[in-house]
Structure formats: C-alpha cells, structure tokens
C-alpha cells in the first residue's frame, strides 16, 4: 500500500544538511574505520555516517575508504560492467538550462528532430555496433506531444532489427510526466525511467534554470514518486555535479532514496554521477561554479557505493578514458560505449559539435571500450535478462541482498559477451578476449560454472539471446 506523499519541501531537508557539513574538524581514524567496517557488510550507511566519511581527507584513509568499496563492488557486482548507449530522438527544447547546450534560446545550437526512420536507421547503426540495450534520450520541447513521440520511438526502437539481433532493453530519459503519461510509458515496457534533479539546492536550482517547465524545482523532484506511483519498479536519479558543493548534493541525494524506500518500499535501480562539461553556447558549463576535482570525484562514487550498495552506479562518456578506468573498482556498474550526444550522431559524422549536447570525453568506439576491458579485467555485459524476465523493482532487491543475482549476472554476461565476440567484435578484440574466458569460468562458483557452460555452448551453437 502506497502512503501518501508528503510535501516536497519536507522530505530535502537543507538545514539538517548544513547540520551534517558544519563540524570543521575531521573525523577520528577509530570512527571512519567503525564506518568502513559497517559498510563491508553490505548494509548501508545513513546520511551522517556519509557525511563523516566525506569529510576523509588523509592519504591513508581515504585509500581504507577506497579499498571497503572496492570490496563491496566486488562482492555485489564481481567484476561484470553492463554496457549501453544513449540513443537521442531530439535536442528541442522549451527550457533555458543555463549549462546546456539545448537550452531554448541557445542560437548557436543547430535543432533537429529524428523522423521515426531516422530513428530506426539511428538504431541499425547501434545493433551493428553490438548494442542490446539504449537510452532514449529526448529535449523537454512540451507534453502530451512529447509523450506520443516518445511512445512511437519506443515502438520503433523496438521493432527494429539489422541481421539476427536487435535491442532488448529502452531506457527512457525525458521531461518528468504525469501520472496517468506514466503509465503510457509502463503500457509500451520501458526499462529504466532515468532523470536528474540536477541540483537538489533550492537557490541554485532557481538561479541556473531559467525559464520552461524545468523552472519548477518541486515538479522535477517529485517525479520519480509519480513514475512509481503508476507502477514503473526501475527509475534511475542522478545530479549534475559542478553546481553547487558536491558534500550537500550527496547528502540529498541520499534523502531522496530514503524517501523513495520509505513510500515505495525500494530506493533507484541506478545513481548517474554526470560532472559539468563543456556545451556549445554555455559560458557555465565552461566555468562550473562548483567543479569537482577528480579525487572528489572518486570519493563520490566510491561513498555511493558504499551508501546504497545494491544501486547500480553509471558512468557516462562525459569522462575520460582514464577517469572511467578509475571509477570500475570504486562502484560503477554500468557505463554508455560509443556514444553519441546528437540527434542522429550514429548515422551522420561524428558527434556533431553543434547539435550535441555536451562534449564527450571518452570517444572511444564500442569495440575499443571491449578491447580495453579484457586488459583491466573486467566483463562487459550485454544482459537484459532482469528486466525481461520481471526481476525489477525489490523482486531484484530480493536476489541481490543475499547474493543470488550473481547466479544469474555472471552466466548472462558470459554469453552476451560470447555473441558479441561472435557477431560484432574485431578480430583484435576477439584475440584479446579468447584466452580470458575459462579464467572468468575458473572464477565462478560451481552452479554459475555449469550454468555458464550450458549458455556458452548454445551460443557457439549459433543461438542468440540466451539467459537465465
């Protein structure tokens, strides 16, 4: 049973958040240590207790903070990483984001909006590069049109194939809908609905956007209760960082998931941690009021991982190549290869520097991104298998917290990666990863072993899509 929403005003708290940052003194070694110990058994940590940790700054604990997440990445997660890419239908939009490139009155910018072929040519050109899953990724130009396009994309996207294969997992980034438009969007079954309060500080929210729907600090923010509300299990938070002190947007953020597990019953399936980078137009985005230097940057993400150990964490390709290869160890889960930040960017040159809508940092291809991953360790993962199979929502809770998703994700990953390898990698990528797999095998407990080599033959069989 649903409880009643509560103000919005209520549940981001900013005094008690300022509270938690006001001590100036750092924290005692014995303290920060009792902390990592309580996070290494997987059950979480309250805001305080983030707040105390945020405030490491010594060499020696900070690296103990850096090692508890990355046991904890470890024991969740192993060393899986799922892959997909950002798939942009439009940059229109009715807003004036002061940092973005698709803010409405940014002349610079060139608009366009994908016709339903151009979208399905968009997703050709992802299936060839071996994409499964995609992020639907539209401008907030205005609702209910927005939710037609929308729903007539979905059903593109989905129908599309090239070959044997297609994409079996549409996430959706669009503006915050009704209720009733939510469950439009279940009706079509989307995957993860994603979207970023941006800023969770109220004066900033209000100084950098500056006209359009977005405006409304307290509609944006309570948009993830609506999507629940009309029953999507997954939703996906995030903030922008650079706009204001990094330490007060954690700490909200975490207010907003326990809100979210204290009405619904389970927090965001996924945390995206975009920093502020360069956009066409935004003299902002060039000179963040608030940037964050790399270490912050990985103390976030590891105090993220340690926070809400079950949340799936994504990196974007606003990163660079370097960074991304840091962050694998501290939390992140999941990362977009390949991408593109512009209306019809897969099929036309690449990223065309005036329709997209940020500068990439990473602009390396799938295939390379693969490549570099045999050399770190780590499987990339293709698996939509939770999602078609109904493990959303707490029913994934249910499997994760006692460890029984990895019977399912190591096998799923092995043999998604196994028909990536087949029908879509280079032979370079190919060779790096030959010798890799029965080390990845040796690895697995004896059920997920078995389970692995059933998959693994059916797809050298010339099966495709095939899980458990």
């Given amino acids: 049973m649903i409880t009643p929403r509560p103000n919005p005003a209520t549940f981001i708290d900013e005094a008690a958040i300022a509270a938690l940052l006001a001590p100036e003194k750092p924290p005692e070694p014995q303290r920060v240590r009792e902390l990592l110990a309580k996070a290494r058994h997987l059950d979480g940590l309250a805001a305080d207790e983030v707040a105390t940790l945020a405030a490491v700054e010594e060499p020696a604990l900070l690296e103990e903070l850096f090692d508890a997440a990355r046991q904890v990445k470890e024991d969740i997660y192993g060393n899986r990483l799922v892959l997909f890419a950002p798939l942009y239908i439009s940059n229109h939009c009715h807003n004036e984001c002061s940092y973005c490139a698709f803010r409405a ?73 009704e209720t009733k438009d939510f469950r439009r969007l279940l009706a079509a079954r989307i995957g993860t ?23 409304d600090y307290d509609w944006r923010l309570t948009v993830m209760d609506r999507a629940m509300e009309a029953g999507v299990e997954d939703v996906g938070i995030g903030v922008l960082f650079g706009l204001y002190d990094w330490r007060f947007e954690l700490l909200a953020m975490m207010q907003h998931i326990r809100h979210l ?29 608030h940037a964050v230097s790399d270490a912050d940057f990985y103390k976030i993400i590891a105090l993220l991982r340690l926070a809400v150990p079950y949340t799936g964490i994504i990196m974007s390709t606003r990163e660079t190549a370097q960074v991304r290869r840091e962050t694998f160890a501290l939390g992140v889960s999941q990362i977009s290869a390949g991408s593109r930040t512009d209306p019809g960017g897969y099929t036309g ?30 499987v990339p993962s293709f698996c939509t298998a939770c999602y078609r199979l109904g493990r959303t929502g707490a029913d994934f809770m249910d499997l994760a917290k006692p460890g029984l998703i990895k019977r399912h994700c190591g096998p799923n990953a092995l043999s998604s990666l196994a028909e990536y390898l087949a029908d879509y990698a280079s032979s370079r990528t190919r060779q790096a990863w030959e010798p890799l797999t029965e080390g990845v095998l040796r690895g697995m407990d004896s059920t997920a072993r078995a389970t692995s080599r059933r998959l693994l033959a059916r797809v050298q069989a010339h099966e495709r899509d095939v899980f458990v």
Wanted: aromatic share 4%; no cysteine.
């Fill in 105 to 177: 009155r940014n002349d610079s910018l060139t608009r366009r909006k994908l016709s339903l072929a151009e979208i399905a040519a968009e997703t050709r050109a992802l299936i060839d590069q071996g994409h499964k899953r995609v992020l639907l990724v539209a401008g907030e130009a205005g609702a209910p049109k927005d939710v037609d396009d929308v729903l007539q994309a979905i059903d593109t996207i989905s129908r599309t194939r090239s070959g044997r294969s297609e994409i079996r997992r549409v996430n959706v980034n669009i503006a915050p809908l």
């Fill in 193 to 215: 609905y994603q979207l970023f309060q941006e800023t969770y500080h109220r004066a900033t929210y209000a100084s950098v956007h500056l006209g359009g729907r977005k405006r």
């Fill in 261 to 289: 597990e204290e009405v619904f019953g389970v927090g965001p399936h996924t945390i995206s941690v975009p920093r502020l980078e360069p956009a066409t137009g935004s003299r902002l985005a060039h000179h963040p009021p």
């Fill in 349 to 378: 040159a690449s990223e065309t520097r005036h329709r997209a809508q940020f500068q990439l940092g990473d602009h390396r291809s799938l295939d390379e991104i693969i490549r570099d991953l045999a050399t770190l360790g780590y």
